[in-house]
């Protein structure tokens, strides 16, 4: 919620892909911004609609209906881009539905967090029912995907506020995101 007091106008235009139960718009509901999700899941939207001021059951990596609404202030991918086969076409999607100086607020996993480093190095993995390796998970960023990512569907990472591990020492720690970020948490604007 940080990123998004960052952003000098209020009240926002938020959408909120992968919205699911709502639950995320609703926290930016109670700031008083104007929040529309868009889920693949008929039930989860149903559930949406009933927290935030609207809902539509959309497939996000195909071509998204003008019905999508906008443009917003800010889109939302919340623990979205690792579960699509093509990150770089749904940030270029994004973009038609933007505001010219829209936002975008980014979390996904570190895959290679030094505990999963260290796992690999002892030929530890496995498949999870939830997590980091769970089934869903088609794509999995490390801090410099993430930035080439962005970079090609044509966004600058403006500002990071990523989950540190272990959460000492975090003034330190956040000087290598890429090995102590157990989650990367980024807000980006258009080039």
């Not at 952003?7 to 609703?26: E, F, H, M, T, Y």
């Not at 149903?46 to 202030?73: F, H, T």
């Not at 936002?103 to 290679?112: D, K």
């Amino acid at each position: 919620l940080d990123l998004v007091r960052g952003i000098n106008k209020s009240p926002l235009s938020i959408l909120d892909v992968g919205c699911a139960n709502g639950r995320l718009g609703q926290e930016f509901k109670s700031l008083g911004h104007h929040v529309v999700g868009i889920d693949i899941s008929s039930e989860a939207v149903l559930q949406a609609k009933s927290v935030l001021d609207d809902a539509r059951v959309c497939d996000i990596e195909a071509m998204w209906p003008d019905s999508v609404g906008g443009p917003y202030n800010l889109i939302v991918l919340s623990e979205v881009v690792e579960h699509v086969f093509d990150p770089v076409a749904l940030l270029s999607q994004i973009r038609r539905f933007m505001s010219k100086d829209g936002r975008t607020i980014i979390t996904t996993p570190n895959f290679m967090t030094w505990t999963n480093r260290l796992g690999f190095i002892f030929g530890k993995f496995k498949y999870v029912a939830q997590g980091m390796f769970d089934f869903g998970h088609i794509r999995w960023f490390t801090y410099d995907y993430l930035k080439q990512v962005l970079n090609e569907a044509g966004f600058v990472m403006e500002e990071e506020q990523s989950i540190i591990y272990p959460g000492k020492l975090t003034w330190l720690l956040k000087q290598w995101p890429s090995l102590f970020a157990s989650q990367f948490i980024i807000r980006a604007r258009l080039k």
